[in-house]
């Protein structure tokens, strides 16, 4: 029963994610914000609202391991799961302001967590708010730079007409779905983790971060099959970004997040502190500015390997 839940969980996170981001663009237009912006920031935002859905469900329901390692484990997915996969169906070509600007941002925003985690072992109001302004000037920065950026997120001109009965509509779907899809995500997941015998950092690291990764690795895999020129590697390094300064920044606002898995700070933030770190000697190396099939299966490889060592480190037999 524990899968179904899940199952209906990520279903409705889905469904919910896809209807606030209608809204959300659609209101956008409505207030004459250009389109640039709506994708670097409307977008990403809605986007992230599955994630900071189960992570604030989490630390307010008692389970600050699912909050924290649902944004280390999707971080670490987007990385070498979603990147890994889609370079393998077709290379990705890597634009200049990845390492001048998103890498680096990636880079500070994780060095940060892992410090205000590290420190007293709390990610407490004051951090959040720490983080959630470093986002903010994260974005100031990519829009000032927008014109040498090559933004992916593709924003869809006919929401510019709909109406605003229907921008309601959609923004209360949104919201109940997602607020839902948390809820029992969330119930299920602690159920998973309790008949396997497993931690429910474990469960957060890999079950629920890699389920809100899905539609984002979908879209990803299908344009790549189509050779579209949309996929940017910046777009998804904003993604990890926004998961940092976004998710765990407002949640620990509303709910300071304890660590009460030494696992977190002492095996699975490292994971991502390195996934994110060797995508610069990836993209330096031949050919340069490229992540080809095998940088693809490298980085496939190493996300395989950390499941692995998650799951036998639980006692679980793979």
Request: proline letters at 3%; hydrophobic letters at 55%; aromatic letters at 10%.
């Amino acid at each position: 029963m524990d899968i179904f839940w899940v199952v209906l969980g990520f279903v409705l996170l889905v469904i919910g994610g896809e209807y606030l981001v209608r809204s959300s663009v659609a209101l956008s237009f409505k207030f004459n914000i250009s389109r640039m912006v709506i994708g670097m920031t409307v977008v990403s935002f809605a986007t992230s609202a599955p994630e900071l859905l189960v992570s604030l469900q989490a630390a307010i329901s008692g389970s600050p391991d699912i909050a924290i390692n649902n944004v280390v484990g999707s971080n670490i997915a987007n990385i070498g799961l979603v990147l890994g996969l889609t370079a393998l169906v077709g290379s990705i070509s890597v634009d200049k302001s990845f390492y001048k600007i998103n890498w680096p941002g990636m880079m500070l925003f994780s060095i940060a967590a892992y410090y205000f985690l590290k420190n007293d072992g709390l990610l407490s109001q004051v951090e959040g708010i720490i983080l959630f302004l470093g986002l903010i000037a994260f974005l100031f920065v990519l829009i000032k730079h927008s014109n040498k950026i090559k933004v992916a997120e593709e924003v869809d001109d006919t929401l510019a007409v709909v109406s605003n009965f229907r921008i309601g509509i959609w923004l209360l779907i949104g919201a109940v779905t997602l607020y839902f899809g948390s809820d029992v995500l969330v119930d299920g997941a602690k159920g998973i983790a309790s008949s396997l015998g497993v931690s429910e950092a474990a469960i957060g690291v890999s079950l629920i971060a890699v389920g809100t990764s899905v539609p984002e690795l979908a879209a990803s895999i299908i344009a790549a099959a189509k050779q579209e020129k949309a996929i940017s590697l910046g777009n998804l390094i904003g993604s990890n970004i926004f998961n940092i300064g976004s998710v765990l920044g407002l949640t620990a606002i509303i709910k300071p997040i304890p660590v009460s898995s030494p696992e977190i700070l002492s095996s699975d933030i490292f994971w991502m502190l390195g996934f994110s770190a060797i995508l610069i000697p990836l993209i330096l190396i031949p050919k340069r500015l490229e992540i080809g099939r095998i940088k693809g299966f490298i980085l496939f490889l190493a996300y395989g390997i950390f499941m692995y060592f998650l799951f036998t480190s639980e006692g679980v037999k793979l």
